[in-house]
């Protein structure tokens, strides 16, 4: 008997504890500041919706900050990203060089192409535009590179038709910007109605996405509105990566294909420029920011691709992630 009333008394005590307990937690979440480091990196991800989530991480211009700094906060959680490369600045003061791109690939990182100087593509002549476009996958592939994507400097050319054939002759894909999500099927851009993904209008001019227009979001442009402010940085990168999950349902990976979904899934595609432990530069992430923002996508259960996992069906004219 006296035994039982001790046990009794105890679970009192512990049923006790855990109210107060539940209470302190409840009401310190009612409590917390908008937005901070701990409460990014510690939401719980819901298992139903985790694997629909997805982002293709891009960084553009060979900066010896992205193989010094982001590469092995990559490798920590096994991500693998697309490294955008200017073929004829591997030997600037910052790039990344041949070794270090080497080394990218050997990692699984997938290695593409963003021109052989970074010129404004508009206003090339013939031979100046073929130089930066198809020298730039010569340059590659004679480093060993084969190169299927290609990036365009300062998110200018993708509706210049000129240019956009140039580029069509070379690669599979080409990025510009300027969209926080691309869709898959090209029919979500609210501004930009189509019902594919098919590169020309009937009266032969571009549509705004297509193969050669795949729409994605230079971050640290975020980060440059932001003013470099931690709080808005982080819940502007959760603001635009859960974006997805009004058009991305279903319960796996495939369902991000287009094909035969009214809208079909959207991705976001994210690029970088340089990583570094400076503060306040423009086109530069701090490294600690980038630090936990991978965090994020990795204790949110985001899955991290490159742009090889984007391909194009060129009979049904839409997108999907392989
Ligand atoms: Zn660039």
Redesign the pocket.
Known sequence: MECNERRIQALLVFTVVIVIALSTITSTAFFLPAISYSQLSTTPSSNNIANTKVVILSF??NRKGDFTYAKPILDKYGFKATF?I?CGKTTDKGAMNWQEIASMQSDGMDIES??MT?KHLNHLSASALNFEIAGSKQCLASHGYNTTSF?Y??DEGADNVTVVNTVAKYYDLARTGSEPLMFLNCNGFKNHPQTDCKTYLPDGKLTYANRYAIRSLSFDRYEIKDLFNNASIFSDFGQILNSQSNYNKGNGIISLSGIGNNVGGAVPLITF?NVRPVNNVPYTTNVGVFAELMKYLHDNGYKVLDMANLRYDTKSNVSHIT
């Open positions: 553009d211009d955008f200017i963003h021109t970074h990036a400097p300062y420029h």
